[in-house]
T-cell receptor, first 117, second 115 residues
Framework: GAVVSQHPSRVICKSGTSVKIECRSL??????MFWYRQFPKQSLMLMAT?????????EQGVEKDKFLINHASLTLSTLTVTSAHPEDSSFYIC?????????????FGPGTRLTVL | GNSVTQMEGPVTLSEEAFLTINCTYT??????LFWYVQYPGEGLQLLLK?????DKGSNKGFEATYRKETTSFHLEKGSVQVSDSAVYFC??????????????FGKGTHLIIQP
């Protein structure tokens, strides 16, 4: 149990276009999901906390108008990179917070590799 | 703010060798500490955790003890296997930044076990 998927796993787009990345909790409901970004040989950096039914909470330095987050249901959060530029190329990873039977933890998706040409 | 520092890799060991991956942290308050593992082509998986000082997390032969006095959470395993080859991330959960549950990660340590 506690599986999180991401789609797509890899995307290449042209500069100026928008890209949507989906994060789904497959076998549990998650009111809270997180979006991270990972640069090569760097740690994962928390971008934002996605809350079902309310606005996302962004970390300092993350542009909310650039990285749109929608958590429309208890099993789906989406991250849209708007007007993508080459510097947005990165590995984006989501996680979903599981709170069940006293267990609490973040379960991670496999990540999405974004390349902006 | 919170930060995590872990030894840089890659770390290359022979099968059955003893493993230590160092991790130190800075944080306000009393963070929870985690080790995550990422196998090739897969997402991060929680390996073990500790939520208060002197707690020892353990799983699959791996252990780490929450040392508040040295602000450390070193990962150890007595005898590694080829299947342990992966990238290991040390992380903490504190209360800085936007979310109470957002994790702060180290850069990751790539472990390579040779038969």
């Amino acid at each position: 149990g506690a599986v999180v998927s991401q789609h797509p796993s890899r995307v290449i787009c042209k500069s100026g276009t928008s890209v949507k990345i989906e994060c789904r909790s497959l076998d549990f409901q998650a009111t809270t999901m997180f979006w991270y970004r990972q640069f090569p040989k760097q740690s994962l950096m928390l971008m934002a906390t996605s809350n079902e039914g309310s606005k996302a909470t962004y970390e300092q330095g993350v542009e909310k108008d650039k990285f749109l987050i929608n958590h429309a249901s208890l099993t789906l959060s989406t991250l849209t990179v708007t007007s993508a530029h080459p510097e947005d190329s990165s590995f984006y990873i989501c996680s979903a917070l599981l709170e069940r039977g006293g267990l609490r933890g973040q379960y991670f998706g496999p990540g999405t590799r974004l390349t902006v040409l | 703010g919170n930060s995590v520092t872990q030894m840089e890799g890659p770390v290359t060991l022979s099968e059955e060798a003893f493993l230590t991956i160092n991790c130190t942290y800075t944080a306000t308050g009393y963070p929870s500490l985690f080790w995550y593992v990422q196998y090739p082509g897969e997402g991060l998986q929680l390996l073990l955790k500790a939520t208060k000082a002197d707690d020892k997390g353990s799983n699959k032969g791996f252990e780490a003890t929450y040392r508040k006095e040295t602000t450390s959470f070193h990962l150890e395993k007595g005898s590694v296997q080829v299947s342990d080859s992966a990238v290991y991330f040390c992380a903490l959960r504190g209360y800085s930044g936007g979310g109470a549950d957002g994790l702060t990660f180290g850069k990751g340590t790539h472990l390579i076990i040779q038969p």
